[in-house]
């Protein structure tokens, strides 16, 4: 959605992404900052336990789009840049 797949590794194994600039970490900050300050509102000045999960729920599904989003997007670049570099290596020849 927000985030660029540069700012991030991606694992080959499971669904982990990792930070790896600045950016990237401000953007997993601004996402946690996202999910836990509503969910501590709703519990602790609220008194509202299901609406904090059902906060929760929701949050992380947006945070999982969004992750998917940026793993999507990683791809495409990639097999774009396989794409063009076979391409380059057939106009050479």
């Known amino acids: 959605m927000f985030g660029k797949p540069e700012w991030f590794e991606f694992r080959l194994m499971g669904l ?17 900052l996202a ?3 509503p ?8 008194q509202r336990p299901l609406w904090g999960l059902v906060w929760l729920g929701l949050a992380v599904s947006l945070m ?15 097999d774009e840049k396989e794409w ?3 391409n380059d290596s057939g106009a050479r020849r």
């Open 16 to 32: 982990s992404v990792r930070p790896v600039r600045w950016q990237g970490w401000v953007y997993v900050l601004v996402w946690t």
């Open 35 to 37: 999910l836990l300050v």
């Open 39 to 46: 969910f501590w509102v709703l519990l602790f000045f609220f």
């Open 64 to 78: 999982a789009a969004d992750a998917q989003a940026l793993y999507r997007r990683r791809q495409s670049r990639i």
């Open 84 to 86: 063009d570099d076979r």
